[in-house]
């Protein structure tokens, strides 16, 4: 049912929709806004596929950096066009050379890390938590290079830990402030951004949110599929996750806006009942 369901939303979308037409409704008509989207491993047998993503993302939009997301949400980011986040979480190796293509699109990547990557030398995936579809992480001279060629790379936690109600207090404080803290020592600077591991409902929580609004963090992603506009949440700012080797239509539907629409219980539920308390 659930895939028939797909599949009619998909044909509806990518037959009878003009391309990105919601998005670029809403970017007219408003002062500014952006799309965020993540992806993960990029495998090289999805490169045809990922390329077709990046040609669509180019007709339709423009690049987000971290100075065009605060003109967002504040609400004075004059142009006509939608802009988007092209985001990579876990720190995967291929993330490394996905940067590459991405330049050639016009667009610079954000790259979430866990941060003990950076503080230890050699750290294989199977060490951190849930991190089964990583072979191998870029290492801190990959990751110094991109931010050299203007890509911007934020945190992921320390241990790549889901950050649920319920657990120890010094979880929160150590995958959040701690992950910060190892980001500073290693690379020099203060990071901006941070993302949630995870997206299920119960990966969020009202302790990893406080401990977030205490931190100096600027700019938190979440994967709740919405639009990011003037007035955002910037510690609840929304991602769509895709995959690379997904086909056109499938990217279209997942960021039609009909997509963000079959979220809107989930931000609902997680606005009144884990980030209000
Ligand atoms: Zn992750």
Known sequence: MKVRFKKILRLLVA????????????SKFSNGIARAIN???????????????????????SNCTEND????????DNQNKPRLIISFDDNDISNYYAAEILERYGFKG???????????????????SS???????????????????????????????RLP???????????ILGSF????????????????VGGEYKSYSTEAYKTLLSSEYKYVFTTNNSLIIQGSDRYM?????????????????????????????????????????
């Open 15 to 26: 037959n009878i929709l003009p391309d990105a037409i919601y998005d670029r409704s809403r």
């Open 39 to 61: 992806y993960h491993k990029i495998n090289k047998n999805s490169y045809t596929n990922f390329n077709e993503q990046l040609a669509y993302f180019k007709k339709h939009y």
């Open 69 to 76: 997301l605060e003109s967002i949400i504040i609400g004075r």
């Open 110 to 128: 954000w790259f979430f890390i866990p941060t003990t990557c950076l503080i230890k030398s050699s750290v294989v995936p199977s060490e951190l």
């Open 131 to 161: 991190l089964s579809k990583i072979d191998k992480f870029m290492s801190i001279y990959m990751i110094k290079d991109l931010i050299k060629r203007g890509h911007i790379v934020g945190c992921h936690t320390s241990t790549h830990s």
């Open 165 to 175: 109600s319920g657990i120890k207090k010094n979880v929160y404080l150590s995958e």
């Open 181 to 196: 803290n190892e980001f500073h020592e290693s690379l020099g600077f203060k990071p901006s951004a941070f993302a949630w």
């Open 237 to 277: 700012l929304d991602r769509t996750n895709i995959e690379s080797d997904w086909s056109i239509e499938d990217v279209k539907l997942y960021t039609s806006g009909v997509w963000d629409f079959l979220y809107i219980i989930k931000r609902i539920m997680l606005k009144s009942f884990v980030l209000l308390k």
